[in-house]
């Protein structure tokens, strides 16, 4: 059975940064989407980034110019690097999968959640 499995998570001051990573583990199955969903407290969930159909990446407007999203292929592995963290990027982060599409607004796979805290 195919599991999602994070780490990277943690706290860090406001202008530090992050890497999460999120590990596809139990099979070799190639995800057309694989990416990141955060959540923070009181809001709903967001999707942040996504890397589909070969390396295509979509990231959250509000945080393209500080996050940067990546594939392993060989490792069946994401990466959400996050950089000049900032205390509104507080949140659950979730890794997300989906087999046959590239659009992730509907995974078919989750994580369990790493928490990112920012202060100040």
């Known amino acids: 059975q195919v599991q999602l499995v994070e780490s990277g998570g943690g706290l860090v001051q406001a202008g530090g940064s992050l890497r999460l990573s999120c590990t596809a583990s139990?099979?070799?199955?190639?995800?057309?989407?694989m990416g990141w969903y955060r959540q923070a407290p009181g809001k709903q969930r967001e999707l942040v980034a996504t890397?589909?159909?070969?390396?295509?990446?979509d990231v959250l407007g509000s945080v393209k110019d500080r996050f940067t999203v990546a594939r392993d292929y060989a490792e069946n592995t994401v990466h959400l690097q996050m950089n000049n963290l900032k205390p509104e990027d507080t949140a659950v982060y979730y890794c997300a999968a989906r087999r046959n599409y590239i659009d992730l607004s509907s995974p078919d796979l989750w994580g369990q959640g790493t928490q990112v805290t920012v202060s100040l």
């Open positions: 139990g099979s070799s199955y190639f995800f057309a989407a």
């Open positions: 890397v589909r159909n070969l390396d295509k990446t």
